[in-house]
């Protein structure tokens, strides 16, 4: 039996939930200890459906009922313990770019790969069943500089304001666009604010071209024109920014924070880069993640350059900067992407996320250990993403409305 068919052979014991111990312990050890990246590239084919001669053609109703069986969640105690297939750091850019909507995770548990296309960010979402809380879509209010107010996930498309010399259009669900007329105005600068609610996104086109995606729970403050020597912006909640690149002009982020209880703030100034900052207030750390490009973080008196796969994270409490190589950027932009990726986070810092992407209250009935380690689809009922979490036999999830009861 050729390599090929082997691992297409172990591939659909795994999805099955029918692979031996043995058979789980085969398949990651090929994964492993393959430094080319061949293998990594052979499992990517195979669960883009392109099996190698020789083996079982893709069966779309078939692979639909192996996705909804494990979503479902509904033989967790054949599941081997102790036994993780691990993807290496550097070959992850295949699973997000195609592969996966749902990895069951961690600890002591097994990581499954669901063949399955990744989600669009701003795709249609699974319709939750009764007793069940949908996924956030796209929801935003947009304020415009004269304290008119405007509901996007009710409005129609096409265009919405005149601001100045600038047109305020929604060409499609979720996306907002600014296109400023003429250049070189002196008239009074106007500033408008995007706001997001939990279980909210948007994207926004500025008027120099530069894209930001807005996470749930965010505030964008931005001018409908940039008119002076650099482009400036305020930001609360998370966003994603693809910056417009123009060196006479540089772009800047101001980050919005409290730190115990005050107001507090952190700059990040751009040329043309692709980067993510988050800077919730019930996070601990600000955290800003480069991707392309080059960014300089400012706060209390110090200074990071960032180059791409670094990022910097400001301690609230202690008010310290510090910089970080080799940081996961993939994890930091999987909401952008379409995903909740967990890496290794405790149960606080994941039903955080879940919190605010589905605009629940987490009530905890009893502290619990466990930690999280996969990627989970953002556009499926919540009951869907507590199954997966359940599977490490660590927590328990009961839903009451908006609530989610938490217990051992």
């Not at 990651?28 to 590239?41: H, K, P």
């Not at 926004?204 to 482009?231: C, E, M």
């Not at 115990?260 to 692709?274: K, R």
């Not at 009893?366 to 993403?385: E, L, M």
Request: charged residues 20%.
């Amino acid at each position: 039996m050729s390599i090929q068919d082997r691992l297409a052979y172990l591939l659909q014991q795994a999805v099955r939930q029918t692979a031996t111990v043995a058979e789980l312990q085969e398949l990651s050890d090929l994964v492993q200890a393959d430094q080319s990246g061949d293998t990594a590239r052979l499992v990517e084919m195979l669960l883009r459906k392109d099996l190698p001669p020789g083996t079982a053609e893709y069966d779309e109703t078939y692979w639909d009922q192996v996705a909804n069986n494990i979503l479902a969640a509904d033989r967790p105690e054949e599941m081997p313990a102790g036994n993780v297939i691990p993807i290496p750091q550097r070959r992850r850019g295949w699973m997000a770019a195609a592969v996966i909507t749902g990895a069951v995770l961690l600890s002591g548990g097994a990581y499954w790969l669901l063949q399955k296309p990744a989600p669009a960010p701003l795709a249609a979402v699974t319709p939750a069943p009764a007793h069940d809380v949908a996924p956030g879509g796209n929801k935003a209010v947009l304020i415009l500089a004269d304290g008119t107010q405007m509901s996007l996930d009710s409005t129609a498309n096409g265009l919405l304001a005149q601001q100045g010399n600038t047109k305020v259009s929604k060409p499609g669900a979720g996306q907002l666009t600014y296109t400023q007329q003429t250049a070189g105005s002196t008239a009074l600068t106007q500033y408008n604010t995007l706001r997001t609610p939990r279980g909210g996104q948007f994207q926004v086109t500025l008027p120099d071209g530069t894209k930001v995606w807005l996470n749930a729970a965010s505030t964008l403050k931005y001018p409908t024109a940039f008119t002076g020597t650099s482009r400036l912006v305020e930001l609360s909640g998370e966003a994603y920014f693809e910056v417009a690149a123009n060196a006479a002009k540089p772009f800047r982020v101001n980050v919005l924070t409290h730190t115990n209880g005050s107001p507090d703030s952190m700059q990040v100034a751009v040329l043309g880069t692709h980067f993510n900052i988050m800077a919730y207030e019930d996070e601990q750390q600000v955290k800003t993640t480069l991707l392309e490009g080059a960014v300089r973080v400012n706060s209390h008196g110090s200074s990071k350059q960032l180059r791409p796969g670094q990022g910097a994270s400001l301690d609230k409490q202690q008010r310290t900067l510090t910089l970080q190589d080799n940081t996961n950027t993939e994890e930091a932009v999987a909401w952008k992407n379409g995903f909740i990726q967990l890496e290794g986070n405790d149960i606080t810092s994941a039903m955080r996320l879940i919190a605010r992407w589905y605009d629940v209250e987490v009530v905890y009935k009893a502290p619990v250990a466990a930690h999280f380690r996969g990627i989970i689809p953002r556009n499926v009922p919540v009951s869907q993403v507590l199954k997966m979490m359940e599977l490490t036999g660590e927590v328990h999830f009961e839903i009451k409305g908006k609530q989610l009861i938490v217990s051992p």
